[in-house]
T-cell receptor, first 123, second 108 residues
């Protein structure tokens, strides 16, 4: 059964750090492209980072230099290390798998049972 | 960066009516555009990929069209479970991924 289960959210002060986890089952995390997406309360979806199967990473400008995406193949888990957190990082964070389509493109697949993990940055 | 602008911001309709949502890109994305449905407390759900292809398990009342910079999501006859926020997403500017700001479909 394919599952993505996010965890690690919580309340943190501005300038603090947090590490989010996405436990993957049903497929191998290091053979797939994986992304993190967030939704600020009351606002829209924002893609923030991608980790390619080959190991390359890319970030949205809003988090570049502060967030780091990584994976652990031993426990089949995707991570998002978040440093220098700001109030505007308050959001629900989702992980997603990038599925390949015959057109040659990739689109995000989210676990239908996933609810994301809430990060609140406040003093 | 490619900016996606969705319209309308909010659409109020009744079950059984037809919904038409638009997404305009600031530059061409070819047909590398998808539509997602998002409900509160749930993960986003892929509806349409490559502008016009329904994802697995998506009802036929959902259809997509367009290419280049102008795209449309149509729901032919609204069901109660269709009231949600809809986002377009572009993959034409690899590796950057951009979402539109969303269109809220609410019950009239």
């Amino acid at each position: 059964e394919v599952r993505l289960e996010e965890s690690g959210g919580g309340l943190v002060q501005p300038g603090g750090s947090l590490r989010l986890s996405c436990a993957v089952s049903g497929f191998t995390v290091n053979f797939n492209y994986m992304s993190w997406v967030r939704q600020v309360p009351g606002k829209g979806l924002e893609w923030i980072s991608i980790l390619y199967s080959g190991g390359a990473t890319f970030y949205a400008d809003s988090v570049n230099g502060r967030f780091t995406i990584s994976r652990d193949t031993s426990n089949n888990t995707l991570y998002l290390q978040m440093n220098s957190l700001r109030a505007e990082d308050t959001a629900v964070y989702y992980c997603a798998r990038e599925d390949f389509y015959l057109s040659g493109s990739y689109y995000l697949w989210f676990d239908p049972r996933g609810q994301g993990t809430l990060v609140s940055v406040s003093s | 960066e490619i900016v996606l602008t969705q319209s309308p911001v909010t659409l109020s309709l009744s079950p059984g009516e037809r919904a038409t949502l638009s997404c305009r890109a600031s530059q061409s994305v070819g047909t590398y555009l998808a539509w997602y449905q998002h409900k509160p407390g749930r993960a986003p759900r892929l509806l349409i990929y490559d502008a016009a292809n329904r994802a697995t398990g998506i009802p036929t009342r959902f259809s997509g069209s367009g290419s280049g910079t102008d795209f449309t999501l149509t729901i032919s006859s609204l069901e109660p479970e269709d009231f949600a926020v809809y986002y377009c997403l572009q993959r034409g500017n690899w590796p950057r991924i951009t979402f539109g700001q969303g269109s809220r479909l609410e019950i009239k």
